[in-house]
T-cell receptor, first 111, second 118 residues
Framework: SQQGEEDPQALSIQEGENATMNCSYKTSINNLQWYRQNSGRGLVHLILIRSNEREKHSGRLRVTLDTSKKSSSLLITASRAADTASYFCATADNQGGKLIFGQGTELSVKP | GAVVSQHPSRVICKSGTSVKIECRSLDFQATTMFWYRQFPKQSLMLMATSNEGSKATYEQGVEKDKFLINHASLTLSTLTVTSAHPEDSSFYIC??????????????FGPGTRLTVL
């Protein structure tokens, strides 16, 4: 069953602006991951943050994790039109590592 | 490295036929592969976890007799949709996890297979 909820469901911004997406989950996790999916394509892994980490950076991406609130955020700075895609968070449990995906945020970056 | 392929990328079939989808890890060994289904504008729903050499573990609500999974080698898992019906039309995505290392290694996703059942 899906346990992740993301907001907003859709986000439209201008190129150069920052985009922030949030993810909430319900159970204990080992790690939380963010993925990107271009329309009709497979998933691209962006970043993984472990349950004992609070913040992680990768290029223009910044991810935070608050295990007390069971939430995470993905910030994309200086967005580009090529960042237009759907973004999903996914949590891995402590049992077998299977991923449970959030509902996703559809990001549109207008040039 | 860490490339996962799926074949076919698109398939159209008649209602009542069976369709096989292959998932291959091209440059690494994967003891575990996962199969997801994604309906338009929706998220990925985990269908089953496939472990090499053993029976797949299906998620609640997924019919194991309808979605047959075989993981015969460390680089290949297959999903067969048996007696497909229009409601099975969906985007099917597999992922693979490295054989070495801990349980929580990153999963690498295939490009997906678009199934349309007429």
């Amino acid at each position: 069953s899906q346990q992740g909820e993301e907001d907003p469901q859709a986000l439209s911004i201008q190129e150069g602006e920052n985009a922030t997406m949030n993810c909430s989950y319900k159970t204990s996790i080992n790690n939380l991951q963010w993925y990107r999916q271009n329309s009709g394509r497979g998933l691209v892994h962006l970043i993984l943050i472990r349950s004992n980490e609070r913040e992680k950076h990768s290029g223009r991406l910044r991810v935070t994790l608050d295990t007390s609130k069971k939430s995470s955020s993905l910030l994309i700075t200086a967005s580009r039109a090529a960042d237009t895609a759907s973004y999903f968070c996914a949590t891995a449990d402590n049992q077998g590592g299977k991923l449970i995906f959030g509902q996703g945020t559809e990001l549109s970056v207008k040039p | 490295g860490a490339v996962v392929s799926q074949h076919p990328s698109r398939v159209i079939c008649k209602s009542g036929t069976s369709v096989k989808i292959e998932c291959r890890s091209l440059d690494f060994q994967a003891t575990t592969m996962f199969w997801y289904r994604q309906f338009p504008k929706q998220s990925l729903m985990l269908m089953a976890t496939s472990n090499e050499g053993s029976k797949a573990t299906y998620e609640q609500g997924v019919e194991k007799d309808k979605f047959l999974i075989n993981h015969a080698s460390l680089t290949l898992s297959t999903l067969t949709v048996t007696s497909a019906h229009p409601e099975d039309s969906s985007f099917y995505i597999c992922s693979a996890r490295w054989a070495s290392g801990g349980r929580y290694n990153e999963q690498f996703f295939g490009p997906g297979t678009r199934l349309t059942v007429l």
